[in-house]
């Protein structure tokens, strides 16, 4: 599994890791997850701001209009996590599909590279899977406010320092 790196777009900015796939995981769940922590509000009101998104990648699970995907643009490095809004299924049976984030006003053609107008199922990083809300807002008031983050690595080490032994 390609390891994603921080992120940031106008449209969708989070921070991803991929998770340690056990040997019980995957035997039990045929996959491994990832997890994201949005820095944007383009799915509002699905996710908001520092909620960390839990995704899984089984590529033999048909893509379905309403779900959440993480895509990738070609020549680009930031993945976009946004909800299909519709399918088209060739005769060969080959599918192409269109994403929108929910706060969006127009769908993401406009961030497609040049010249595409669907994505394919090549393009899927990830399917959204459930979430933990709120929990990463402190990441996200770090990369906002740089003092805060060195006010609590200040206050870290005052702790370290004052409750020594």
């Given at each position: ?5 921080k992120?940031m777009?106008?449209n969708n ?9 056990s ?5 039990m769940?045929?996959?491994c ?7 944007s509000?383009s799915?509002?009101?699905a996710?908001?701001r520092?909620d960390?998104?839990?995704?899984t990648?089984?590529?033999e ?10 895509f990738r643009i070609e020549?680009?490095?930031?993945p976009?996590?946004h909800?299909?809004l519709?399918i088209h299924?060739?005769?060969n049976g080959?599918?192409?599909f269109l994403?929108k984030g929910?706060n969006?006003a127009?769908d993401?053609r ?19 899977r ?10 996200i008031l770090m990369?906002?406010?740089p003092k805060?983050?060195?006010a609590?690595l200040?206050?870290?080490g005052?702790?370290?320092l004052?409750?020594?032994?």
């Open positions: 599994m390609k390891s994603l790196s992120a777009n106008h900015k989070f921070l991803a890791r991929p998770s340690v796939c040997r019980w995981e995957y035997k769940f045929k996959h997850s990832i997890a994201l922590l949005f820095f509000g799915m509002e009101p996710f908001h520092g960390l998104l839990f995704l990648n089984r590529i699970d048909p893509i379905r209009v309403g779900e959440i995907v993480v020549g680009r490095e930031i976009i996590v909800r299909v519709k299924e060739k005769q080959d599918i192409k994403t929910d969006n127009v993401d406009g961030l497609y590279k040049r010249g595409q107008h669907w994505l394919e199922k090549k393009d899927v990083v990830g399917r959204a459930g979430f933990v809300p709120y929990i990463g807002i402190v990441t990369n906002d406010y805060f983050k060195y609590v200040f206050l870290l005052l702790f370290v004052v409750h020594r032994e």
